[in-house]
């Protein structure tokens, strides 16, 4: 049996991962410090056998003993990694060389969920794994940005220095059910904000851009490269369709049947204005590529918040 670790696993991505390898009979080894994520994600996995939930930092090393791991921990909204930058860079660095370690010393191959926003406010569009990025190495949001460029950079000087099996992606906006309410990411917000018929509060004039992939589908991506023996990446992973931050507004509004109105604020510094995957890599690869239409997803989505959301 697989023994695989998931760091951040009580997160919004992790804890979709952990069902599903549960379901495909793995053993599977949850790591999370609570930061971002959520008990609540996870909890329905408590009463299976082969689920184990460890609660740890891994800006510490950690000692078990895995088949593979899918590294994961990182807050991934604005909010949540521009609450403690120098954490946030700590977990991206020390955090990403302790899971080196213990897959070099392990043997266990590692992937390593990095981001689109390594491309930052990119010059080309759109967006390929060849181009390099155009990102503010001192701006808010490089905690981040620079925290998963080193953490790619660490994955391939471990793989040329010590021969540890990687697998790097580029993941660009996911959304679906287990985004936290307080996430501040869009699609999270505007839902929020929809079904207590508050305003929707567009940063800048809505024009900027975003390619939203639904989580299901960014999980079979992720399973498809883990598996995959020829190809290492990085790889991006997203949906192509893009959608102005104007529109998607108008989209929940008339999904959630919202009297809401939008407004607007002002946009925050280093907001990339076009972000959209060019996926032939992967479509070649690994023969993955998104089915989830954008209005499908939105939908499940919006099913779990009316859950989570007191009117
Ligand atoms: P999330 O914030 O829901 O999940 C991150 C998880 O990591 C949380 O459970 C958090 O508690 C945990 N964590 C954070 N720091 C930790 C630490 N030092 N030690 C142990 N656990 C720690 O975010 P998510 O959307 O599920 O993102 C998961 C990963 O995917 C992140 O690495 C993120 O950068 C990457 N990613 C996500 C997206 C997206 O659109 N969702 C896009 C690009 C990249
Ligand atoms: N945004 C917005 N209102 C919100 C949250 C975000 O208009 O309540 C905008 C944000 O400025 C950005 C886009 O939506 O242009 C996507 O933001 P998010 O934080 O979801 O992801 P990222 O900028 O990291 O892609």
Known sequence: MNRILITGGAGFL????????????????????????????????????????????????????????????????????????????KTSVMGTINMLGLAKRTKARILLASSSEIYGDAKIHPQLES??????????????DEGKRVAETLMMDYHR???VDVR???????YG????????????????????NEPL?????????????????????????????????PMNLGNPAECTILDLAKKIIALTKSSSKIIHKP???????????DISLAKEKIGWMPET???????????YFKRMVKP
């Open 131 to 144: 181009y390099w990025g155009n990102v503010n190495p001192i701006g808010l949001r490089s905690c981040y």
């Open 201 to 233: 509060a567009i940063y800048g004039d809505g024009n900027q851009t975003r390619s939203f992939c639904y989580v299901s589908d960014l999980i079979q991506g992720l399973i498809a490269i883990m598996e995959s023996n020829d190809f290492i990446g």
């Open 177 to 196: 059910p287990r985004m936290a309410i307080n996430d501040g990411r869009v699609v999270s917000n505007f839902i929020v904000q929809a079904l207590r």
């Open 293 to 303: 239409e954008l209005e499908k997803g939105l939908l499940k989505t919006i099913d």
């Open 14 to 89: 992790g804890s979709h991962l952990c069902e599903f390898l549960l379901e495909k009979e793995a053993d599977v080894i949850c790591v999370d410090n609570f930061f971002s994520g959520s008990k609540d994600n996870i909890r329905h996995l408590f009463s299976q056998p082969y689920f184990e939930l460890i609660r740890h930092d891994i800006i510490h090393p950690l000692f078990v003993e895995v088949d593979k791991i899918f590294h994961l921990a990182c807050p991934a909204s604005p909010i949540h990694y521009q609450y403690n930058a120098i954490k946030t860079i």
């Open 168 to 174: 790097i992606v580029r993941i660009f906006n996911t």
């Open 267 to 277: 946009l925050p510094l280093d907001d990339p204005v076009r972000r959209r995957p």
């Open 161 to 163: 220095q010590n021969k």
